[in-house]
């Protein structure tokens, strides 16, 4: 079995309990209320930007020149995602752009950019890239399940289409290709963090929904 495919079957009740919840249930319904999708698309703007900032790390640490430029391609694509936020989804549902920059980012999301942030500048290339697996694995799987689900004339269809598309699916599965290259020269103990960074970050991606949910604001 390859390393990735071991880390997705460790993780699976992990995934089954995102794709099950309630914001990923009602965004499939079509029923997830604007109020929810509002805090959601503000909070991943924020997230996407320091998304970007750990991508650009971890093609500074890519070993060959294929992978830096995989990484450089991917800060970019995150960067670029976040701007169609701003320009399609924030118009849509009525953000503006003053809205936007006197939000501040929630505690869940301020702990997952910093987690990510802090696992791309301080680990191991490796370690860096397990890290950052789960956001594109977890997010390119749910937006094939919800796809496959979606109610018609869903008011989320062009935010579920971004990330069921192929567009997404090849860079995803190239992810997981250098995944486990990297994985295959790797030692046990390296192995081991792997595993833990993925498994924190993916842990992390059920808390940025579920806090997205609860319309989660700073307590003081
Ligand atoms: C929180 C989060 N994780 C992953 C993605 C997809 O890269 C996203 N847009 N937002």
């Known amino acids: 079995m390859s390393f990735t495919a071991e880390i997705w079957k460790k993780n699976a009740a992990l995934f089954e309990t995102i794709r099950t919840m309630p914001f990923n249930q009602e965004l499939a319904d079509g029923t997830l209320s604007k109020e929810r999708f509002r805090h959601y698309m503000i909070q991943d703007a924020h997230y996407l930007v320091a998304f970007g900032r750990a991508l650009a790390v971890a093609a500074a640490k890519a070993d060959n020149a294929d992978e830096v430029v995989q990484f450089a391609n991917a800060a970019h694509g995150a960067v670029v995602v976040e701007r169609s936020l701003h320009k399609d989804f924030m118009e849509q549902f009525g953000v503006s752009p003053a809205t936007f920059s006197s939000t501040p980012l929630s505690p869940t999301t301020h702990h997952y950019s910093n987690f990510l942030l802090a696992n791309a500048w301080g680990a191991s290339y490796p370690v860096a890239l397990a890290g950052l697996l789960p956001c594109f694995w977890i997010y390119a799987e749910i937006g094939r399940d919800i796809i496959g689900r979606a109610a018609k004339d869903n008011p989320y269809d ?16 190239a992810v997981i290709a250098t995944v486990d290259r990297v994985a295959s020269v790797a030692s046990e103990e390296t192995r081991r963090d792997m595993h833990i960074a993925y498994t924190h970050a993916a842990k992390l991606e059920w808390m940025f929904w579920d806090s997205a949910y609860r319309l989660e604001q700073w307590p003081v």
């Open 158 to 173: 062009s935010w579920i289409a971004t990330y069921a598309g192929d567009e997404f699916h090849t860079a995803v599965r």
